[in-house]
């Protein structure tokens, strides 16, 4: 008896969040999706600050992967990877509201060419992929360009979600395999389909072999690679990687597997492959889960609250950014200063004795009452540097203060000079100082060498730089150095 009210306890809690999460999906969906991204990187950000279990998880997973990087220099991977996480989630989710080939238009591809030829001869393609990048986005773009697209995938928490998300994928012309389906799969390969499956982590209710990432061993789901095998398919590795216009899907052919039918040698290759690919964008990984070990099970109260939590921050959010006056970009602003002037597609340009000083670019941008200052999102600033050279300064959001001649910026922040780069979750530039400052993380690259901290005080050119706590330094080339060390060469 007590098994039966059990079970009818987790139905109605499973179909509870499925009622919660349904309208504010909907909402997302109908949101352009520019705006729906934003919002989700925001929402990103407010979750990798309430919720501490995840924080001292990805904590602990970064720290197994790179054991060499300071605390801080880790907790700004992952607060990067809250943002980017949420900004998948919501990018996806509208664009499941548009039309299919809508989303091709975020996506280029490298190795495509290649993945095409195997599907002319007619064989069929297994592509290993792992939880890096927006892959749902990728996968949609694939299939547009190739037929017979498909993928493998568990069913979530609730069944109607499930049914809900592989409904999703249907509008881009992609079936779903659940992933004990393997007849299922081998004959969608024998018929020269294309199969994408996930398989950096160990899978419940599948064979899983031993591998190792980042000199830590693990478990990886042995079936994608034997399936292939046995319908005679090839295989390639697929990444979805950062990139300027969106996202770039990175294809390359695995080497041919052998006869023996023995998974271990592709799955270590693949594991090698996205060790390299993750080391290059860190932010892009999923570092939320068991990265090194067996999935564990949350409670349907744990996930319900996360999920409506950061959905709902993000369906609020949207609500704000579109009432009349208002802005995300002026939100906290009260009192006689605040915003009267909404604007898009801003250019300003700050000019003295005949000479342009500064020119700011924003996506959008709320002016003072006063005119006093701007505040701006997705904020490009080219400006002069003591050497009177070029630089440039991008950040997710930022305010300029127009007499101060003062630029408070934050998110992920980055200064492009020709002494070398600057990354950053906080910013402050004083041009009336010719000073950069930051209170937070922040990484310096000059040619092959690193130096990482927190706290540093700049000039704008990055000719000179201090770091006040936590250094580190990582040298290749020394020459490259000399202006961030003391006189006696310290």
Same mark, same amino acid.
């Given at each position: 008896?007590?098994?039966?009210?059990?079970?009818?306890?987790?139905?109605?809690?499973?179909?509870?969040?499925?009622?919660?999460?349904?309208?504010?999906?909907?909402?997302?969906?109908?949101?352009?999706?520019?705006?729906?991204?934003?919002? !989700?990187?925001?929402? @990103?950000?407010?979750?990798? *600050? #309430?919720?501490?279990?995840?924080?001292?998880?990805? /904590? =602990?997973?970064? +720290?197994?992967?790179?054991?060499?990087?300071?605390?801080?220099?880790?907790?700004?991977?992952?607060?990067?990877?809250?943002?980017?996480?949420?900004?998948?989630?919501?990018?996806?989710?509208?664009?499941? !509201?548009?039309?299919? @080939?809508?989303?091709?238009? *975020? #996506?280029?591809?490298?190795?495509?060419?290649?993945? /095409? =030829?195997?599907? +002319?001869?007619?064989?069929?393609?297994?592509?290993?992929?792992?939880?890096?990048?927006?892959?749902?986005?990728?996968?949609?773009?694939?299939?547009?360009?190739?037929?017979?697209?498909?993928?493998?995938?568990?069913?979530?928490?609730?069944?109607?979600?499930? *049914?809900?998300?592989?409904?999703?994928?249907?509008?881009?012309?992609?079936?779903?395999?659940?992933?004990?389906?393997?007849?299922?799969?081998?004959?969608?390969?024998?018929?020269?389909?294309?199969?994408?499956?996930?398989?950096?982590?160990?899978?419940?209710?599948?064979?899983?072999?031993?591998?190792?990432?980042?000199?830590?061993?693990?478990?990886?789901?042995?079936?994608?690679?034997?399936?292939?095998?046995?319908?005679?398919?090839?295989?390639?590795?697929?990444?979805?990687?950062?990139?300027?216009?969106?996202?770039?899907?990175?294809?390359?052919?695995?080497?041919?597997?052998?006869?023996?039918?023995?998974?271990?040698?592709?799955?270590?290759?693949?594991?090698?492959?996205?060790?390299?690919?993750?080391?290059?964008?860190?932010?892009?990984?999923?570092?939320?889960?068991?990265?090194?070990?067996?999935?564990?099970?949350?409670?349907?109260?744990?996930?319900?609250?996360?999920?409506?939590?950061?959905?709902?921050?993000?369906?609020?959010?949207?609500?704000?950014?579109?009432?009349?006056?208002?802005?995300?970009?002026?939100?906290?602003?009260?009192?006689?200063?605040?915003?009267?002037?909404?604007?898009?597609?801003?250019?300003?340009?700050?000019?003295?004795?005949?000479?342009?000083?500064?020119?700011?670019?924003?996506?959008?941008?709320?002016?003072?009452?006063?005119?006093?200052?701007?505040?701006?999102?997705?904020?490009?600033?080219?400006?002069?540097?003591?050497?009177?050279?070029?630089?440039?300064?991008?950040?997710?959001?930022?305010?300029?203060?127009?007499?101060?001649?003062?630029?408070?910026?934050?998110?992920?922040?980055?200064?492009?000079?020709?002494?070398?780069?600057?990354?950053?979750?906080?910013?402050?530039?004083?041009?009336?100082?010719?000073?950069?400052?930051?209170?937070?993380?922040?990484?310096?690259?000059?040619?092959?060498?690193?130096?990482?901290?927190?706290?540093?005080?700049?000039?704008?050119?990055?000719?000179?730089?201090?770091?006040?706590?936590?250094?580190?330094?990582?040298?290749?080339?020394?020459?490259?150095?000399?202006?961030?060390?003391?006189?006696?060469?310290?």
């Amino acid at each position: 008896m007590s098994r039966s009210i059990q079970d009818y306890w987790k139905l109605a809690r499973r179909t509870a969040l499925y009622l919660v999460l349904r309208p504010i999906i909907e909402v997302f969906r109908r949101l352009p999706p520019r705006i729906s991204a934003r919002i !989700g990187g925001l929402a @990103g950000s407010l979750a990798g *600050r #309430v919720f501490p279990h995840e924080i001292r998880r990805g /904590r =602990e997973n970064i +720290a197994r992967a790179f054991p060499e990087m300071s605390p801080a220099e880790r907790d700004f991977i992952l607060q990067d990877h809250f943002r980017q996480l949420g900004r998948s989630v919501a990018e996806y989710l509208s664009y499941t !509201g548009r039309e299919p @080939g809508a989303a091709s238009a *975020r #996506v280029r591809f490298s190795g495509l060419d290649k993945v /095409r =030829e195997a599907v +002319a001869r007619g064989k069929g393609v297994v592509v290993l992929t792992g939880h890096f990048g927006n892959w749902e986005m990728a996968a949609a773009a694939f299939a547009r360009e190739v037929p017979g697209t498909a993928v493998v995938a568990r069913e979530l928490y609730d069944i109607n979600l499930s *049914r809900f998300v592989d409904r999703m994928r249907g509008r881009f012309g992609i079936t779903t395999f659940d992933n004990r389906d393997s007849i299922g799969i081998y004959r969608h390969l024998r018929k020269g389909g294309v199969i994408f499956t996930l398989v950096d982590q160990e899978s419940r209710k599948v064979a899983n072999v031993p591998v190792s990432i980042f000199g830590v061993e693990t478990l990886a789901p042995s079936g994608p690679v034997l399936l292939a095998l046995r319908a005679g398919a090839d295989l390639f590795s697929g990444f979805t990687c950062p990139d300027p216009a969106g996202h770039l899907a990175l294809f390359e052919e695995m080497p041919p597997a052998s006869g023996e039918e023995r998974p271990e040698p592709s799955l270590a290759e693949f594991m090698r492959r996205l060790e390299a690919v993750v080391r290059r964008w860190p932010e892009a990984w999923v570092w939320l889960g068991a990265r090194w070990g067996r999935p564990a099970r949350e409670s349907a109260a744990g996930i319900a609250v996360k999920a409506f939590i950061l959905l709902m921050a993000s369906a609020i959010l949207a609500g704000c950014s579109r009432e009349p006056g208002s802005s995300a970009a002026g939100a906290g602003i009260s009192g006689d200063n605040r915003p009267n002037a909404q604007m898009h597609g801003v250019r300003l340009f700050q000019v003295s004795k005949g000479k342009t000083e500064v020119e700011i670019y924003a996506v959008e941008a709320v002016q003072a009452r006063g005119g006093g200052w701007v505040d701006g999102r997705d904020v490009r600033v080219i400006y002069h540097t003591t050497e009177g050279k070029k630089a440039v300064l991008q950040a997710t959001t930022a305010r300029y203060y127009i007499f101060k001649k003062i630029l408070e910026a934050s998110g992920k922040v980055r200064v492009e000079t020709e002494n070398g780069n600057l990354d950053a979750a906080d910013l402050l530039w004083d041009e009336g100082k010719k000073s950069l400052t930051s209170k937070g993380f922040v990484k310096v690259t000059k040619g092959d060498n690193v130096l990482t901290g927190t706290g540093m005080e700049a000039d704008p050119g990055l000719e000179e730089v201090v770091i006040k706590d936590n250094v580190r330094i990582l040298v290749r080339e020394p020459e490259e150095l000399k202006p961030l060390m003391d006189k006696e060469g310290n």
